[in-house]
């Protein structure tokens, strides 16, 4: 382990991608930093989140370095490190201040902060930093639920309340993409807000307009965050709640290549993977969406 600054990375050999790259063993010179953050404190059926960001590190180490698409080893344009997983208070509240403080210590640092998750109720810590340095900041989500409730179960902070602890901060935007399963409360919450959020519906995919949709993060900066849950229940089973009618792989990499184009990407998160023992294509497929991510956002979309 390497410390530097407020940031503690980790070695070569158990960080982000293949252990062997040539910057595995230079994290402070990583413009984008990987923070594992297991939060699981609120799910409400399925679990197994606290064990995500550890099967997409490992499943990483497996990942090809050259992206077809861009015609090269995109981690060379920009540099990846990852830190350490602190442990995680029990109280969600304090998880996510703890959160919030490293993210802040990534900015601080002039890097791009990507958190792999763990539970959705993180990205209400994550996005603090974010929110206090940015007054038009349009956080993009993708996801097979609204997360608007406000609480559930007794808990303020849950996943279920996620993007409605998000708009708190009242002068962030919202755009969602991919919701099919939400509540009246959060329906009209929806309808009394809708200066604020952009919601697309998945029974709607056969009429969405990419550019109308991604519309609002034009010239601004955009906080993306992947509920992996987005992705059809066939297609990605491994989350707490799989749900039919959601995205394809590649059209979610579709959206998130437009968006990296549009807007101005200064974080991430990828959350609600919940690995399932023995079926290793869903690490897979969890740590290769997270590699294009980096690379659309850190590295350009076009070849060169």
Not at 2 to 7: I, M, Q
Not at 31 to 41: D, S
Not at 123 to 140: S, Y
Not at 218 to 243: C, E, K, N, S
Request: proline share 6%; aromatic share 8%.
């Amino acid at each position: 382990m390497k410390k530097s600054g407020k940031l503690t990375y980790l070695p070569g050999e158990a960080s982000f991608l293949d252990p062997v790259r040539l910057d595995a063993d230079t994290p402070d010179k990583a413009k984008a930093v990987v923070i594992p953050f297991g939060l699981e404190a609120s799910v409400s059926y399925g679990g197994g989140t606290a064990k995500g960001p550890q099967a997409i590190l490992d499943a990483s180490h497996q990942l090809e370095l050259y992206d077809e698409e861009l015609g090269r080893e995109p981690y060379l344009d920009f540099g990846i490190a990852a830190v350490v997983q602190p442990r995680i208070p029990k109280r969600v509240d304090k998880a996510l201040d703890m959160l919030a403080a490293t993210v802040g210590a990534v900015l601080d640092a002039g890097k791009l902060p990507f958190v792999l998750g763990g539970e959705h109720s993180l990205t209400a810590g994550a996005i603090r930093p974010f929110a206090e340095r940015f007054k038009d900041l349009v956080v993009l989500q993708f996801d097979a639920h609204a997360d608007l409730r406000d609480g559930y179960m007794g808990e303020h902070f849950s996943h279920a309340a996620a993007m409605r602890r998000v708009l708190d901060h009242e002068h962030v935007r919202m755009v969602q993409v991919g919701i099919r399963a939400f509540c009246q409360a959060e329906a009209d919450f929806y309808n009394a807000n809708r200066d604020r959020i952009d919601m697309h519906l998945g029974l709607d995919q056969a009429r969405w307009d990419m550019e109308k949709i991604l519309k609002p993060l034009q010239g601004r900066p955009v906080y993306i965050t992947v509920d992996i849950d987005a992705l059809d229940g066939a297609i990605m089973p491994a989350t707490g709640t799989p749900t039919p009618g959601g995205m394809t792989y590649l059209q979610l990499l579709a959206y998130i290549r437009r968006a990296c184009e549009i807007g101005r990407v200064v974080g991430m998160d990828l959350v609600e993977f919940a690995p399932i023992k023995g079926f290793h294509a869903y690490d897979f497929t969890a740590a290769q969406l997270a590699a294009k991510m980096l690379n659309y956002a850190m590295s350009g979309t076009k070849p060169r």
